[in-house]
């Protein structure tokens, strides 16, 4: 299960989310993949608290690189666990933008790096995680990529859009389903639906 550990741009507040109910549900066997809802593209629309630019997004990427490691740590999610950073869509066409993007994501992943955390990342097939996987430089990028591409299909490889050797080995997740509407013990719950084959969190 995704659980959101940080972020300014996190939806709402967790305040469910604690080091005991992720020790408990580790404990009965649950595996978590801890999400960070970093700064968003100075090219997106809408308003999100927290936007990156050329000039800050080296500096928001170790801060919030620090922040992400120090709130998945009081979590309980020990050294080795991965965070992957919830890029949002976004016109990688802008040039401007996404070089902004990507020195963001370059300095999140190696503040992760630097602190003994893997670095991951959550994006778009035909946008956020396209810049990622296609960019010609591969320095300081995750090393874990997290796809969302709503065709239905429970895998990670079939409908892989990019070179098959990349983000291997099991270093791949694809959200292929969203708002699926299931019930459970009698409880009706809209989740997304997700193929994991990729690091989760080290519970300590």
């Known amino acids: 299960a995704a659980v ?10 967790q305040p469910n989310l604690t080091a005991s109910w992720v020790k408990s549900v580790s404990t009965v ?20 608290p927290e936007k990156l630019t050329a000039s800050t997004a080296a500096s928001l990427g170790a801060t919030d690189g620090a922040d992400a490691v120090a709130k998945a740590s009081a979590l309980g999610m020990k050294t080795g ?3 992957y950073l919830d890029m949002e869509a976004y016109d990688i066409k802008n040039k401007a933008c996404n070089d902004a993007v990507l020195t963001y994501v370059r300095s999140f992943t190696k503040t992760l ?15 956020s995680a396209k810049a990622v996987a296609t960019a010609a430089d591969k320095k300081d990028l995750p090393g874990n990529l997290w796809y969302a591409l709503y065709d239905k299909k429970d895998t990670t490889t079939a409908d892989w859009p990019w070179g098959a050797g990349q983000f291997t080995p099991h270093s791949r997740g694809h959200q292929y389903l969203v708002n699926s509407k299931e019930t459970r013990g009698g409880v009706t719950l809209t989740v ?7 690091p989760v969190a080290i519970i300590g």
């Open 4 to 13: 959101y550990v940080g972020g300014k741009n996190r939806g709402c507040a």
């Open 29 to 48: 066997g649950w595996k978590l993949i801890p999400l960070y809802v970093g700064a968003q593209p100075p090219c997106q629309s809408g308003s999100n």
């Open 81 to 83: 666990s991965p965070i």
């Open 113 to 127: 790096r630097a602190k003994t955390y893997r670095g991951g990342y959550y994006g778009f097939t035909s946008s």
């Open 192 to 198: 997304d639906r997700n193929s994991w084959d990729a």
